[in-house]
């Protein structure tokens, strides 16, 4: 039996850095940088045993998710609460419709952790000591329902991403009713699952589990209707995958499943060269696409956590070319106040001095330009 159990309460995880022999200031500095973020704490013990707790400082996965209080950094006067405005191309609740031929449905708002440089801090996970989230009001079924309905009335919608949240964390049943209502949908010809879970509970997708079970039916049933079912990974450093992770990864390629992987580039955990090259290469090896790379949102409370541009093109040019051109991710932002993804390379203009960057947007009309800001130094 594999016992992988979370840790929500910091009772809990200063009893763990104890059991490391974690000096007892930087006990402090983690427990009170919770006091600061817009994510509860929740960390499993498959994750917290991963880190080099000798090398504390500088160890990738601490600095994902063990955030020191004295790492925060003040939040740009340009930031907003819900950064890409997902509240106005939200159809129906939960139900996010962006870009013309996708659809994102937030089957739930629990991830199996919660990464303070989420996109979503705005929804995903419960209220902090900083932040109140917006949340679900209507039940799963009603939202089911309403999704179903909203598909079948907008056919040149292709493509459906389930998200929230996290599939990982999702009732079986849940799931399950969702996957089995959108084969009826004949113009949905391919869904995405996405999660973080292959980090942090790997166990959930062993031989036999439920969740393996459902994946590989329906990985039938979606053949059946010539249709896609893929996982959307998310991986930032190759640390995050031990053999544990690579056994699941391999159970899922094994029954037919296609996966992609999305990064975010963090300041300092994964912001330079060989740290990229270095996933790519173990992502590769395993099967998955190298899907994107994505310059980190501008979210509130995780400042530290950004690049600048410029760094995210430098890393870009340096691996262009290295792999063969369908597993080099692309480096993209996801303009704020909603102009959508693009790449990172493509602005209109820049003032490098002030760290501005305009874009055009191909599919929001709301403004000509869309800007992102540079952290300031
Ligand atoms: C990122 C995103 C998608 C999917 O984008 P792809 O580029 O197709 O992977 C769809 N809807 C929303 C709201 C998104 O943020
Ligand atoms: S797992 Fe994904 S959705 Fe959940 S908090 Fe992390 S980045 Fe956000």
């Known amino acids: 039996m594999i016992t992988n159990e979370s840790?929500?309460?910091?009772?809990?995880?200063?009893?763990?850095?104890?059991?490391?022999?974690?000096?007892?200031?930087?006990?402090?500095?983690?427990?009170?940088?919770?006091?600061?973020?817009?994510?509860?704490?929740?960390?499993?013990?498959h994750v917290l045993n991963l880190i080099d707790w000798n090398d504390i400082i500088n160890d990738p996965i601490r600095k994902q998710f063990l955030i020191f209080k004295s790492e925060y950094?003040?939040?740009?006067p340009m930031l907003k609460f819900d950064s890409l405005g997902e509240k106005h191309i939200e159809v129906s609740e939960g139900i996010l419709h962006r870009y013309p031929k996708s659809v994102l449905f937030f089957i739930n708002r629990v991830c199996p952790t919660y990464c303070g440089f989420c996109t979503r801090s705005y929804t995903v996970g419960t209220d902090t000591d900083i932040l109140e989230k917006h949340k679900l009001s209507n039940s799963f079924s009603n939202r089911l329902n309403s999704l179903i309905k909203y598909l079948k009335n907008n056919k040149t919608v292709m493509d459906l991403i389930i998200s929230g949240g996290d599939v990982s964390s999702a009732n079986i049943g849940v799931l399950k009713s969702v996957l089995e209502r959108i084969l009826t949908v004949d113009s949905i010809s391919s869904v995405r699952l996405a999660t973080r879970?292959?980090?942090?509970?790997?166990?959930?997708?062993?031989?036999?589990?439920?969740?393996?079970?459902?994946?590989a039916e329906s990985v039938l049933s979606f053949k059946r209707e010539r249709k896609e079912l893929s996982l959307q990974c998310h991986f930032n450093h190759?640390?995050?995958?031990?053999?544990?992770?690579?056994?699941?990864?391999?159970?899922?390629?094994?029954?037919?499943?296609?996966?992609?992987?999305?990064?975010?580039?963090?300041?300092?955990?994964?912001?330079?060269?060989?740290?990229?090259?270095e996933l790519i290469e173990k992502l590769i090896t395993l099967k998955i696409q190298p899907y994107y790379v994505y310059q980190m949102d501008m979210v509130k409370n995780a400042e530290h956590f950004r690049t600048t541009i410029e760094e995210g093109i430098s890393i870009y040019n340096d691996i262009t070319g290295l792999f063969p051109g369908y597993l080099?991710?692309?480096?993209?932002?996801?303009?704020?106040?909603?102009?959508?993804?693009?790449?990172?390379?493509?602005?209109?203009?820049?003032?490098?001095?002030?760290?501005?960057?305009?874009?055009?947007?191909?599919i929001s009309q709301k403004a000509p330009l869309f800007y992102y800001y540079n952290p300031q130094p």
Request: glycine share 8%; aromatic share 8%.
């Open 7 to 45: 840790i929500t309460k910091s009772d809990g995880l200063l009893n763990f850095l104890e059991s490391k022999s974690v000096p007892g200031g930087f006990q402090q500095e983690i427990v009170a940088g919770f006091s600061l973020s817009s994510m509860p704490l929740k960390i499993t013990n």
């Open 73 to 76: 950094k003040k939040d740009h």
């Open 197 to 215: 879970g292959l980090t942090f509970s790997p166990e959930k997708f062993n031989i036999g589990s439920d969740l393996y079970n459902l994946l």
């Open 238 to 277: 190759r640390n995050e995958i031990n053999e544990t992770t690579e056994k699941a990864i391999s159970n899922l390629i094994d029954m037919g499943l296609i996966m992609r992987n999305q990064s975010v580039l963090l300041k300092n955990i994964n912001s330079d060269t060989k740290t990229v090259i």
């Open 328 to 362: 080099t991710p692309k480096f993209v932002v996801d303009l704020p106040n909603g102009g959508g993804k693009k790449n990172i390379c493509a602005y209109e203009w820049a003032d490098k001095e002030k760290g501005i960057f305009a874009y055009k947007s191909a």
